[in-house]
């Protein structure tokens, strides 16, 4: 069973959402703490008190787990907190390409994904919309929705939403990107990138746990960690899995991912300006394995199985 229906039953869920709506208007819903009230102005996220949506459709190419049985039900929304200079979708996520929609339409939208299969509801760039998907959560459950909800964020999320997503999100998608505040400032124009990111990684494992699957390999519940091993940067990566390792530990499932491929204002740069070499991503695999970090996603296993065939 969802999490948030529980607090949809007693009628904590109402209470959250009112929560959400008053820190709109001093807000810090993600690492730029800019406390600025939405209902006046702009602030880093430029996106007021209508969320915007980019699209939404069943995914099929998420991380196992998420899409074993149905596919994962996406719907991704514009304007992420972060100006990554390698984003793939920066038509969506860094230009603000999407439409003004309402809680109900959004709610309309999770119904729609449930009926078309979707093993789950998987908001992708939340943070900053964390009030409007509140909002719509509670239309949707008092609709019939059921699925279990995934919180796909780029891991730069502050204490004031998770406080509020706490006993509602049953799975934690995160990115970590940089274990490097200098990388993070360079590369997705933000201060303090680890130390926020660590902060709200270890409260979302606090609040969940780790991953865990059911019979078919489908995820219930827990966290389940993304990072991208970037060209050039294995020391980021390296430091990233460091802390995975020790403060998150050995059972952490871990998206370790390798398709990273210039994009965006990557290609005027001399560091990120081609793809990662395959002999990267291997020292990035045996480092993670080195660590312990063994509980991997199905196509690193894989890459794994190859490696050791072919060793």
């Known amino acids: 069973m969802a999490r948030y229906l529980t607090l949809y039953e007693s009628g904590e869920l109402a209470e959250r959402v009112e929560r959400a709506r008053a820190a709109l208007h001093d807000c810090r819903l993600c690492g730029w703490d800019c406390g600025i009230d939405r209902a006046e102005e702009l602030g880093p996220c430029r996106t007021g008190l209508k969320a915007i949506v980019s699209t939404a459709y069943v995914h099929h190419g998420e991380e196992r787990p998420l899409v074993v049985g149905g596919g994962s039900g996406a719907i991704f929304f514009a304007n992420c907190d972060l100006r990554c200079q390698f984003c793939q979708t920066a038509r969506w996520n860094i230009r603000g390409a999407g439409r003004d929609a309402t809680p109900a339409q959004i709610a309309s939208l999770m119904l729609s994904l449930q009926e078309k299969g979707a093993r789950n509801i998987n908001v992708v760039t939340p943070s900053h919309v964390a009030a409007q998907i509140l909002d719509a959560l509670l239309i949707a459950v008092g609709k019939g929705l059921r699925l279990p909800l995934v919180w796909n964020s780029g891991g730069y999320d502050s204490p004031q939403p998770l406080a509020v997503l706490d006993g509602v999100v049953d799975i934690y998608l995160p990115d970590m990107k940089y274990s490097d505040a200098l990388m993070g400032r360079r590369m997705s124009a933000v201060r303090d990138y680890p130390r926020v990111n660590q902060a709200a990684v270890a409260e979302m494992h606090r609040q969940v746990g780790d991953l865990v699957r059911g019979d078919d390999g489908g995820a219930i519940s827990g966290v389940l960690v993304r990072h991208l091993v970037m060209p050039g940067h294995l020391q980021n990566t390296f430091g990233v899995l460091d802390w995975i390792a020790e403060r998150l530990g050995p059972n952490t ?59």
């Open 253 to 311: 499932y871990l998206s370790l991912m390798d398709q990273y491929r210039p994009a965006y204002r990557a290609f005027a740069r001399d560091d990120i300006n081609r793809p990662l070499h395959p002999d990267e991503f291997a020292q990035a695999l045996a480092y993670a394995r080195d660590k312990g970090l063994t509980r991997l996603d199905d196509h690193l296993l894989n890459t794994t199985l190859e490696t050791e065939s072919h060793g």
